[in-house]
């Protein structure tokens, strides 16, 4: 979930090496300034939020809920990528430490804050304008989606957005909400969008 500009083309008077330099520095600027943002999010919650840890209860009854939900999921997801053509489905699985960094960055820096952001934050105060559970989960999937058009994208107008991967995550956040809003916790939306991200970079070729 960290692509950010990938070569297509080069531009005018620039050499594919130029180019390709010039890409590497806008993604490591884009991935730092959304880890920064990620994690002042997460700190400001923890420290600033009354309970912040309420948000993080868990029951066993809740996997009744939570198995059923990510298999929906993922199968919601298999089928949107044969639609969309997000990504190609190949086995690559690396190292132990290779995994083990993708979990932690995947859990850390992507899951726990922006669940924060999208469910705690964004679904529940749309869930105290209005009791229509249905229009909160769409309308904060469909926010959800349009955070991460700038990841992955070729430029910087809209036809180069990554409307894609959008796509997916609005898809994956109608799972999302439904998990926090059946659970009432953060627990279960933050594992399965760890899921979300982990995944993808075994299973999809060129994600």
Not at 89 to 118: C, D, H, M, R
Request: some cysteine; overall charge neutral.
């Amino acid at each position: 979930m960290d692509r950010m500009f990938p070569s297509e083309g080069n531009d005018a008077g620039s050499t594919p090496a130029e180019s390709t330099k010039m890409e590497s520095v806008i993604k490591s600027k884009y991935s730092i300034a959304v880890v920064i943002c990620w994690l002042f999010v997460s700190v400001y919650f923890f420290f600033f939020t009354s309970s912040p840890f309420s948000y993080f209860t868990f029951q066993i009854n809740d996997l009744i809920l939570f198995f059923p939900i990510a298999i929906c999921a993922f199968a919601s997801l298999f089928v949107a990528n044969r639609f969309i053509h997000f990504g190609q489905i190949e086995t690559s699985i690396g190292g132990l430490k290779q995994n083990f960094l993708i979990i932690f960055y995947a859990l850390v820096l992507i899951a726990i804050p922006e669940e924060i952001i999208f469910r705690a934050y964004i679904q529940g105060n749309l869930h105290l304008f209005t009791s229509n559970i249905i229009a909160v989960i769409i309308i904060s999937s469909f926010i959800f989606g349009i955070a991460h058009l700038p990841n992955g994208a070729r430029g910087f107008r809209p036809r180069e957005w990554n409307w894609k991967l959008a796509a997916m995550c609005f898809v994956a956040g109608l799972y999302l909400g439904l998990a926090y809003f059946l659970t009432n916790s953060l627990v279960e939306p933050v594992i399965l969008h760890t899921l979300f991200a982990v995944v993808p970079k075994i299973f999809v070729k060129d994600y």
